[in-house]
């Protein structure tokens, strides 16, 4: 069974940092490009970043471009996204989501998503 | 960035309703289109791929159409279950970008 298990959210005050993991399993990580999606109270999802199979190329929105990293641990089977610099408008739910196989955009599987607030 | 529009915002209808909603993109993403489904509290969960490619395990009376710019989710028999907000989200060109997003409500 595909499981895809984020965490790492929380409250952090703005200009702080944040590092989100998502692990992965029931399937082979090494062989699947994946992303980061959020998604604010109330709006719909947002598309946050991308990385490969391979770990190149990489993509970002351009509201987090500059200041999240993503990056993947095949030996961890693992998904990271690095946030700094947060600000308030970053509030929200946190989904790491699989991308269909061969079809780099379409998400098949989602995790349960981690919340982070960004608030003093 | 490429925009997408949905239509209506909020759907009320009851069971058995054939509903349709509709996304437009503001330029041509061929049939590069997928549509989710989203419960409160849950995550999002594809239905649609390629426009109109069936997930596997989605129910057959779900259906999409369109090419370019404008495209249509059906229900062909609306089911207790399918009352959700649905979400159209194009990934032809990065950065994806979904649509805004549309509630199917009890009537």
């Known amino acids: 069974e595909v499981q895809l298990v984020e965490s790492g959210g929380g409250l952090v005050q703005p200009g702080g940092s944040l590092r989100l993991s998502c692990a992965a399993s029931g399937f082979t990580f090494s062989s699947y490009e994946m992303n980061w999606v959020r998604q604010a109270p109330g709006r719909g999802p947002e598309w946050v970043s991308f990385i490969s199979s391979s770990g190149s190329p990489i993509y970002y929105a351009d509201s987090v471009k500059g200041r999240f990293t993503i990056s993947r641990d095949g030996a961890n089977n693992s998904l990271y996204l690095q946030m700094s610099s947060l600000r308030a408008e970053d509030t929200a739910v946190y989904y790491c989501?699989?991308?269909?196989?061969?079809?780099?955009?379409?998400?098949?599987?989602w995790g349960q998503g981690t919340l982070v607030t960004v608030s003093s | 960035d490429i925009q997408m529009t949905q239509s209506p915002s909020t759907l009320s209808a009851s069971v058995g309703d054939r509903v349709t909603i509709t996304c437009r993109a503001s330029?041509?993403?061929?049939?590069?289109l997928a549509w989710y489904q989203q419960k409160p509290g849950k995550a999002p969960k594809l239905l649609i791929y390629e426009a109109s490619s069936l997930e596997s395990g989605v129910p057959s009376r779900f259906s999409g159409s369109g090419s370019g710019t404008e495209f249509t989710l059906t229900i062909s028999s609306l089911q207790p279950d399918d009352f959700a907000t649905y979400y159209c989200?194009?990934?032809?060109?990065?950065?994806?970008?979904f649509g805004q997003g549309t509630k199917v409500e009890i009537k």
């Open positions: 989501a699989r991308d269909k196989l061969g079809l780099r955009g379409a998400n098949d599987y």
């Open positions: 330029q041509s993403i061929r049939s590069w």
């Open positions: 989200q194009q990934y032809n060109s990065y950065s994806w970008t």
